[in-house]
């Protein structure tokens, strides 16, 4: 029973290893636009005091803990495209910032001023993680 558990366990963190396709990356970047988009959304709540403290505190802890978690899915992973390295590098960044945001509105989850604060940063993450997909669709000026 515990070498299933530890098998299952096993293929679940090494899914995020492992070829990348542009696709994949694709995929993975625009999670990041959405994580950025949720957590705008709970930034907004704090930002008008509309929120419990503790709901924005767990909600900041689990959307960061996916961006940091979708950072290292995109950095551990062997690229199909070499032409993609760029977007791949400015991603796992997006992702590391995203995650720092939410983590900020995780430590002030009461404080209006950062949760304005954080809003915007977020929705600034938010468009970068966009035109990163925009240049890996080919749809970028």
């Known amino acids: 029973m515990a070498l299933g558990l530890f098998l299952a366990v096993a293929a679940l963190f090494s899914s995020g290893c ?6 994949e990356l694709n995929r993975g970047v625009e999670s990041l636009s959405a994580l950025a988009a949720q957590g705008q959304l709970v930034a907004s709540g704090v930002a008008r005091d509309a ?3 503790t709901y924005a505190r767990v909600m900041s802890r689990t959307l ?20 993609t390295e760029d977007q791949r590098h400015a991603a796992v960044a997006v992702a590391g910032e995203i995650s720092g945001l939410l ?9 209006e001023h950062h949760g304005a604060l954080v809003q915007k940063h977020l929705e600034e993450a938010q ?3 966009d035109a990163i997909v925009a240049q890996l669709s080919g749809d970028a000026p």
């Open 18 to 23: 492992g070829d990348l396709s542009n696709d």
């Open 51 to 53: 929120t419990k403290s």
């Open 64 to 83: 960061g803990e996916e961006a940091e978690h979708e950072a290292e899915k995109l950095a551990d992973a062997t690229l199909e495209e070499a032409e």
């Open 103 to 111: 983590s900020e509105l995780q430590t002030y989850p009461g404080d």
């Open 127 to 129: 468009e970068k993680a």
